[in-house]
Nanobody, 121 residues
Framework: QVQLVESGGGLVQPGGSLRLSCAASGSIFRINAMGWYRQAPGKQRGLVAIITSGGSTAYADSVKGRFTISRDNAENTVFLQMNSLKPEDTAVYYC???????????????WGKGTLVTVSS
């Protein structure tokens, strides 16, 4: 199995910054795309940012220019640097990793349990 542990959430004032981390561990052969999703109260979970194994990135329009996704392949970790935070960024943030556990494994997506980010004065 593959386990994901997120950290870095918390309460921050509007305009502030937070850095989320998500570390993958367990039986891992290869990690492909890594991404961050979020779910606000009463809303569906949606993509925030994604990064491929080659380092290509994509962002939701609402976070472009404010959030930066990066990864450390040696540590199987993905990060989300969030700047200029707004109250509408308040949500539970989830990490998702596409991984294979052995050479012939077709792979699957693994989700973390989420970390709460609250942007409020």
């Amino acid at each position: 199995q593959v386990q994901l542990v997120e950290s870095g959430g918390g309460l921050v004032q509007p305009g502030g910054s937070l850095r989320l981390s998500c570390a993958a561990s367990g039986s891992i052969f290869r990690i492909n795309a890594m991404g961050w999703y979020r779910q606000a109260p009463g809303k569906q979970r949606g993509l925030v940012a994604i990064i491929t194994s080659g380092g290509s990135t994509a962002y939701a329009d609402s976070v472009k220019g404010r959030f930066t996704i990066s990864r450390d392949n040696a540590e199987n970790t993905v990060f989300l640097q969030m700047n200029s935070l707004k109250p509408e960024d308040t949500a539970v943030y989830y990490c998702k990793v596409a991984a294979t556990r052995y050479i012939y494994d077709p792979g699957m997506d693994y989700w973390g349990k989420g970390t709460l980010v609250t942007v409020s004065s």
